[in-house]
């Protein structure tokens, strides 16, 4: 299978060079506006979000992208004809033309065209069409195909490496009906459990229908093709369009949380809680107690108290705590500081204090988990 164009028309073999890079500019002057487009984006509001509660859902989910700082590629494109079955699971290095090892990774499949069956191991059988993305925020082992009740083929023994700077590809299948898939993943060095415990195990989302869904797909899909042809410039494209999708599908599933839920997005759904929750993010540093939050927001310590764990799932003072240890880690990972100046920065006035704070979290001393980072 070629690599998937921006364009419907097909591109003949005889297509003059200039005709083609003149293709490229055009497309690559798009594609330079996404960046800019995409991060103002992820800075501010999906369109589905209104209103305070909607605001409020996407400022923490802000928050946490920049801190953990997801990144994101695709890896692999396939074709499959019917009737087809396989099943795998991402692996760190599929991600290494992209990120090196991620310590966690939320997978993707892009339909592309086409429609296919996926199953989570011990899960219901969901469908995807084309223009729909699945994202699996604990890259759970599954299985996906036209039809899940024939043998599935392990993803590894039908992969065709890809050429030097390229992607990986499949072409497999008994010569039916076709479904073009793009493979992907989403990485982070210090996932933020809160958030992944409180997601399914697969979200769907349908690009065409959200706002802005026809550039956000030809965009996606043009960038595929150029890494595909080994221009590895559009792999940052990929990876903004892939956060901006993630955050798109987090909120859509918060609006269809029912009431009862619990989880930290319910949390943030909540009047009180989440305004206890913005208020943890903006001053980290801050010498917060229960008593000072549940005043904050209105609400009587014990009420508050009570809340806030049923809600987020940890106390007040144990979440600070997490949020604390993931801010430490940005500062690490970027080089801001020695450990004692990050250590106060996070609101720890003893090195040896927020050492041990920061090994309970991670397994590791600062020192050891930036020059892991590094």
Same mark, same amino acid.
């Given at each position: 299978?070629?690599?998937?164009?921006?364009?419907?028309?097909?591109?003949?073999?005889?297509?003059?060079?200039?005709?083609?890079?003149?293709?490229?500019?055009?497309?690559?002057?798009?594609?330079?506006?996404?960046?800019?487009?995409?991060?103002?984006?992820?800075?501010?509001?999906?369109?589905?979000?209104?209103?305070?509660?909607?605001?409020?859902?996407?400022?923490?989910?802000?928050?946490?992208?920049?801190?953990?700082?997801?990144?994101?590629?695709?890896?692999?494109?396939?074709?499959?004809?019917?009737?087809?079955?396989?099943?795998?699971?991402?692996?760190?290095?599929?991600?290494?033309?992209?990120?090196?090892?991620?310590?966690?990774?939320?997978?993707?499949?892009?339909?592309?065209?086409?429609?296919?069956?996926?199953?989570?191991?011990?899960?219901?059988?969901?469908?995807?069409?084309?223009?729909?993305?699945?994202?699996?925020?604990?890259?759970?082992?599954?299985?996906?195909?036209?039809?899940?009740?024939?043998?599935?083929?392990?993803?590894?023994?039908?992969?065709?490496?890809?050429?030097?700077?390229?992607?990986?590809?499949?072409?497999?299948?008994?010569?039916?009906?076709?479904?073009?898939?793009?493979?992907?993943?989403?990485?982070?060095?210090?996932?933020?459990?809160?958030?992944?415990?409180?997601?399914?195990?697969?979200?769907?989302?349908?690009?065409? =229908? @959200?706002?802005?869904?026809?550039?956000? &797909?030809?965009? $996606?899909?043009? %960038? *595929? +093709?150029?890494?595909? !042809?080994?221009?590895?410039?559009? =792999? @940052?494209?990929?990876?903004?369009?892939? &956060?901006?999708? $993630?955050?798109? %599908? *987090? +909120?859509?599933?918060? !609006?269809?949380?029912?009431?009862?839920?619990?989880?930290?997005?319910?949390?943030?759904?909540?009047?009180?809680?989440?305004?206890?929750?913005?208020?943890?993010?903006?001053?980290?540093?801050?010498?917060?107690?229960?008593?000072?939050?549940?005043?904050?927001?209105?609400?009587?310590?014990?009420?508050?108290?009570?809340?806030?764990?049923?809600?987020?799932?940890?106390?007040?003072?144990?979440?600070?705590?997490?949020?604390?240890?993931?801010?430490?880690?940005?500062?690490?990972?970027?080089?801001?500081?020695?450990?004692?100046?990050?250590?106060?920065?996070?609101?720890?006035?003893?090195?040896?204090?927020?050492?041990?704070?920061?090994?309970?979290?991670?397994?590791?001393?600062?020192?050891?988990?930036?020059?892991?980072?590094?």
């Amino acid at each position: 299978m070629g690599p998937l164009r921006l364009t419907s028309e097909p591109m003949t073999t005889g297509e003059a060079s200039g005709d083609s890079l003149d293709r490229r500019v055009r497309v690559g002057a798009n594609l330079g506006l996404a960046v800019q487009v995409v991060n103002d984006q992820c800075a501010g509001l999906p369109a589905q979000a209104s209103g305070k509660e909607g605001g409020q859902v996407l400022d923490a989910l802000s928050d946490v992208l920049r801190v953990i700082r997801l990144s994101g590629g695709v890896f692999l494109e396939a074709e499959f004809t019917a009737p087809w079955c396989i099943n795998g699971k991402i692996s760190a290095d599929d991600c290494k033309p992209f990120l090196a090892a991620p310590r966690h990774i939320i997978a993707s499949h892009f339909v592309a065209a086409g429609h296919m069956q996926l199953r989570i191991d011990g899960g219901a059988t969901l469908d995807v069409g084309a223009g729909e993305l699945v994202l699996l925020p604990r890259n759970d082992p599954h299985t996906f195909g036209s039809d899940l009740s024939i043998a599935p083929m392990p993803a590894s023994e039908v992969v065709q490496p890809p050429d030097v700077g390229g992607i990986s590809r499949i072409k497999y299948g008994g010569g039916g009906e076709a479904t073009q898939l793009l493979c992907g993943f989403l990485g982070s060095e210090t996932p933020f459990s809160p958030l992944l415990s409180s997601l399914p195990s697969v979200l769907k989302l349908d690009i065409r =229908a @959200t706002a802005s869904g026809a550039w956000i &797909e030809s965009s $996606f899909r043009f %960038a *595929v +093709s150029e890494i595909a !042809a080994g221009r590895v410039g559009s =792999a @940052t494209v990929i990876a903004k369009l892939s &956060e901006l999708l $993630f955050v798109e %599908a *987090v +909120s859509q599933y918060v !609006a269809s949380l029912p009431v009862e839920r619990r989880g930290w997005l319910a949390g943030l759904r909540d009047p009180h809680i989440g305004r206890a929750l913005a208020l943890l993010h903006a001053r980290p540093t801050e010498g917060w107690t229960a008593e000072a939050l549940a005043l904050e927001v209105g609400m009587s310590r014990s009420v508050f108290a009570e809340r806030f764990t049923a809600l987020v799932g940890q106390p007040p003072m144990q979440y600070l705590t997490l949020w604390r240890m993931h801010v430490a880690a940005q500062h690490l990972r970027e080089g801001r500081g020695s450990v004692a100046q990050i250590g106060f920065a996070v609101g720890y006035e003893s090195e040896a204090a927020f050492s041990r704070a920061f090994k309970r979290q991670f397994g590791t001393s600062p020192g050891t988990w930036r020059r892991q980072s590094a």
